[in-house]
Every structure is written in C-alpha cells, then in structure tokens.
C-alpha cells in the first residue's frame, strides 16, 4: 500500500489531519475539534482505527504522554497529503458549485 493511502476510513483520516494541522491533540481533543468544525462524531473505534493507520504510514507521530492521555502530531508527510487533499476538494467545490449553478437557472 502506497505511504500516503490512509485506508479506507479516508474522510475520518484527513478530518484527524485536519485537527493535527493546527497543533498537537490527544483522541478526545481530535473528536471534539473534528465535531465543531466538521459536524462529524468519529465515534471512539473509528477514531482510534484511523489514528493507528496514520501512524503507521508515517502522516501522524505519538508526543511525550500527557499522564493517561497521549497526544499525537501531523508529520511533514501528513502536512503534504493534507494539502493534496485539500486541493481535490477545493476544485471538486468549484466543480460542484459551477454545476449547480446551471441546474437553479
């Protein structure tokens, strides 16, 4: 599997990126962030299911523990898929919105 497939949990792959974009997180701290941005409840499973693949291909990495909770960081890696991502749907939004147009004519 290509490093930068995150799986098949992509949307709740790049919402976690997006949530580490703006600084180091531990899981709760992603799921209510993701909530209040997105709209999304990862539920705990999901979540945790999409951190250890991110992990492992080297887009997030674990920081020093926080007591029980540990936090985890976008690497460089992630910060490049994140943007790739972003740029699909920013033109996909552009796609969509010139589409719709036409159709509420």
Request: hydrophobic residues 35%; positive net charge; contains cysteine.
């Amino acid at each position: 599997m290509p490093k930068h497939d995150v799986g098949r949990f992509s949307d709740a792959s790049y919402l976690i990126l997006a949530s580490l974009a703006s600084g180091p997180k531990h899981g709760y701290a992603m799921m209510e962030d993701i909530r209040e941005f997105s709209g999304t409840h990862l539920e705990p499973g999901t979540l945790y299911g999409a951190i250890s693949r991110l992990e492992q291909r080297g887009l997030i990495e674990a920081c020093d523990s926080e007591a029980r909770r540990r936090p985890y960081r976008i690497t460089a890696s992630g910060i490049q898929v994140l943007k790739e991502r972003v740029e699909v749907l920013e033109r996909v939004a552009h796609v969509g919105k010139a589409r719709l147009r036409t159709v509420e004519r």
